[in-house]
Nanobody, 120 residues
Framework: QVHLVESGGALVQPGGSLTLSCVAS????????MGWYRQAPGKQREIVAR???????NYADSVKGRFTISRDNAKNAVYLQMNSLKPEDTAVYYC??????????????WGQGTLVTVSS
């Protein structure tokens, strides 16, 4: 079965740091572009960061300079290092994967989410 399992969500004070992890199973991880999305209460889900299968990286403007996405294909894992956290970063963070090798179709998978709360 295909799974993305996130971990690392927690309550953290403003200005603090946190690292989220997402481990994949049941897929050929190296062919997937991986991303982190978040959804705050009452808001739409939004992209936070994305790393392609060849390593290209994009960030939302709101997190540039504070968040770092990385991947370890040997561990089937993608990470999100979050620094200088702000209350507005509070959200459920979701791991996402898109098969970048699939031709003539689209395959996307999601994790169940992990809650990050930034509050004093």
């Amino acid at each position: 079965q295909v799974h993305l399992v996130e971990s690392g969500g927690a309550l953290v004070q403003p200005g603090g740091s946190l690292t989220l992890s997402c481990v994949a199973s049941g897929i050929i991880f190296s062919i997937y572009g991986m991303g982190w999305y978040r959804q705050a209460p009452g808001k739409q889900r939004e992209i936070v960061a994305r790393i392609g299968r060849r390593g290209s990286i994009n960030y939302a403007d709101s997190v540039k300079g504070r968040f770092t996405i990385s991947r370890d294909n040997a561990k089937n894992a993608v990470y999100l290092q979050m620094n200088s956290l702000k209350p507005e970063d509070t959200a459920v963070y979701y791991c996402n994967g898109v098969d970048e090798a699939l031709v003539g179709g689209y395959r996307e998978i999601w994790g169940q989410g992990t809650l990050v709360t930034v509050s004093s």
